[in-house]
Every structure is written in structure tokens, then in C-alpha cells.
């Protein structure tokens, strides 16, 4: 029996792809003043205008308007005709200081909210990544360097795309691929010409399942950018892949899924699930034991084990967070498979 699953990713200038970058433009900024910093930022792109809001809690200064002109720049919003030009378009700020109710709980390593977060690792990639949120990167990333290139002069930043894979039995092993069984749509409506922000308003955290695992897995509903690592929903999120990757890497299971949960202010997780979905090679009991046993995924245990008090975060705000091999991304790294491995067997 056969099955279809489809994924999408998205180039750098989809619109609520701008807006995360900007939010992670300037997390990045603060971060490299003051590591200790509380930030929640989201941003707001629509025509001609650029909205910052949030939460700050921080004794430096960042420029924030040279910030979004710099990132809408960077991304390729650089001709008035696209509708949202870096050099001209208005900004308004609005951002006030992180509530004192969140902040005397996380001022002592507690959560700084409660939620589930979810991490996922299965061996269909060499990154551990599910193929089609795999394939939709890579293609969204050849559409941007077609652009960037002027390869196809006649691009503008604004893109998305659709991968579809079908999933059966009869693919182990691996089949090869043949165009004819193939289907591929290019614009189907026939024209994209207007696109970005003058045509649909962009959000921060509107595309969490392109940020992490195209919907292959489960996702706790918060979305990662502009938000310091204090923030259990980006925090959280990366140590459960994290722990996911390892157990895939060691050879415990094919297909991993970890999650965990908080309670605000509470420094130690409330719960963590370990779901190997009838491929682990030994209980997922004992795989759990040895996640407790192993990793610390209190808030601070995970900056610590990931070193996230660093301008780490524009980089991930678009083609994933997750099966980064291009950029610096700790949680991705299988360091501990090894260590996980001979605890389990002991």
C-alpha cells in the first residue's frame, strides 16, 4: 500500500518569511551585546511598511530601523516597483520590557512559559530529515540562487515550493526515480508577478511547519523566531531534536519523535515522551531512562549543552531550523549518540 505526503518550504522574501528574519535579524543584534537579554520580538511586513513589536529586556541598544532596512536588503526588497523597497518603506515601532510575572520565574531557571514542544529524527536523509520537507529545502534553495545568480533575471524574492513524495513498500530499497512518474506545476495559475508584501502581509511564527519538519511530525504550536533562548518554545524545540537525531544516529530507532513539556517557572520539564513508532531496537522505556539519565532539558541545561547565548538565529529564519549541515547549528550536532548508545546497552 502506497501513501502521498507532501511538504513545502519557502525562498527568503515570502513575506512571513521576511518578517521572521527581521525578528531574528534583531535577536542576533541584542545577543551579541548582551548574551543575557530577554527578547520576544515579532514583526510586521505589508506595503510599504515594517512593523516591530514585543518584549525587550536589555541595557544595550540596537538600531532597530537599520536592522529591518539591512535585512529587507539582504533579502532583495531593493526596488520601489516590488511594493516594499528597504531604503523607503515607513517603520513603526512598538516594544515594551518582559512582564515581571514571566521574569521572576525564568530569573531563577524556570521555564519561561508552559507548553510541549516537540523534536523529530529518521533516517530517510542523511541529516535525519523527513525526504519531503528535505527536497522542498533544497528546491526553494535553487529557486533563490537562480535569482541571485540571474540565472532567471526575470525572479523576484518572493517564492514557494511544494514537494510531494509517494511513500511505499515497494521503495525498500530505494527505488530509482524516473521523470515520467513525475508531475510538476510552475505557477498554475498561470502568473506571479505581484508578490511579497504588497501582496499578502507577513508575519513572524506564520510558518512553523516549514521551520521544522513539514508537517512529517508533531509540533507544539509556538513558533522559534525572535524569541532568546530562555523561550522553552525555541529552547525546547531544539533540545528535543537534539535528543531525537542522537537516539536516530546511535541506531536505537529508525524514526524518533521526543517530547517534552514545561510548566512556567518550573525549572525541570514536567514530562518527556520518547515515540520510536514500532522501529526502536530496544524499548522506548529504556531509551526514556537513558534521555533522563543523559540530558539535562531544564531551560538552562540546554542553553548550556547547545551554547545558545549567541547570534545564532537569522540564519536558521529561513530553509529550516532543523538538517542544517550549511550553518552553525548545535542541535544538530550527533555528538552524543555514542554515550546514549552504551547507556542503553548497559
Not at 511594493?83 to 520590557?97: K, L, N, Q
Request: charged share 25%.
Amino acid at each position: 500500500m502506497s501513501s502521498l505526503f507532501t511538504s513545502e518550504s519557502t525562498t527568503e522574501g515570502h513575506p512571513d518569511k521576511l518578517a521572521d528574519q527581521i525578528s531574528d535579524a534583531i535577536l542576533d543584534a541584542i545577543l551579541a551585546k548582551d548574551p543575557l537579554a530577554r527578547v520576544a520580538c515579532e514583526a510586521i511586513v505589508t506595503t510599504g511598511l515594517a512593523m516591530v513589536v514585543g518584549e525587550i529586556t536589555t541595557d544595550c541598544y540596537v538600531d532597530i530601523p537599520r536592522i529591518v532596512r539591512q535585512t529587507a536588503r539582504e533579502v532583495g526588497y531593493t526596488r520601489a516597483k516590488y511594493g516594499f523597497d528597504a531604503e523607503t518603506c515607513g517603520i513603526v515601532i512598538s516594544i515594551d520590557e518582559q512582564s515581571p510575572d514571566i521574569a521572576q520565574g525564568v530569573d531563577v531557571g524556570g521555564a519561561g512559559d508552559s507548553g510541549m514542544m516537540f523534536g523529530f529524527a529518521c533516517d530517510e536523509t542523511p541529516e535525519l530529515m523527513p525526504l519531503p520537507i528535505s527536497l522542498a529545502h533544497r528546491l526553494a534553495r535553487k529557486l533563490a540562487d537562480a535569482r541571485k545568480s540571474k540565472a532567471l533575471n526575470y525572479l523576484r524574492p518572493d517564492g514557494k515550493v511544494q514537494v510531494t513524495v509517494r511513500y511505499s513498500e515497494a521503495g525498500r530499497p530505494e527505488a530509482e526515480l524516473r521523470g515520467s512518474h513525475m508531475r510538476t506545476f510552475i505557477n498554475p495559475t498561470g502568473r506571479f508577478v505581484i508578490g511579497g508584501p504588497v501582496a499578502d502581509a507577513g508575519l513572524t511564527g506564520r510558518k512553523v511547519m516549514v521551520d521544522s519538519y513539514g508537517g512529517f511530525a508533531r509540533h507544539g504550536g509556538g513558533c522559534f523566531s525572535g524569541k532568546d533562548p530562555t523561550k522553552v518554545d525555541r529552547a525546547g524545540a531544539y533540545g528535543a531534536r537534539y535528543i531525537a537525531k542522537n537516539i536516530v544516529a546511535a541506531g536505537l530507532a529508525s524514526r524518533c519523535e521526543v517530547q517534552v513539556s514545561y510548566a512556567i517557572g518550573v525549572v525541570k520539564p514536567v514530562a518527556i515522551r520518547v515515540e520510536t513508532f514500532g522501529t526502536g531496537r530496544v524499548p522506548e522505556a529504556k531509551i526514556a531512562a537513558a534521555v533522563n539519565k543523559l540530558f539535562d532539558l531544564s531551560p538552562l541545561g540546554i542553553i548550556k549543552e547547545l551554547n545558545l547565548r549567541r547570534p545564532l538565529y537569522r540564519q536558521t529564519a529561513v530553509y529550516g531550523h532543523f538538517g542544517r549541515t550549511d550553518i552553525d547549528a548545535p542541535w544538530e550536532s550527533t555528538s552524543r549518540a555514542k554515550e546514549l548508545a552504551e547507556e542503553v546497552a548497559s
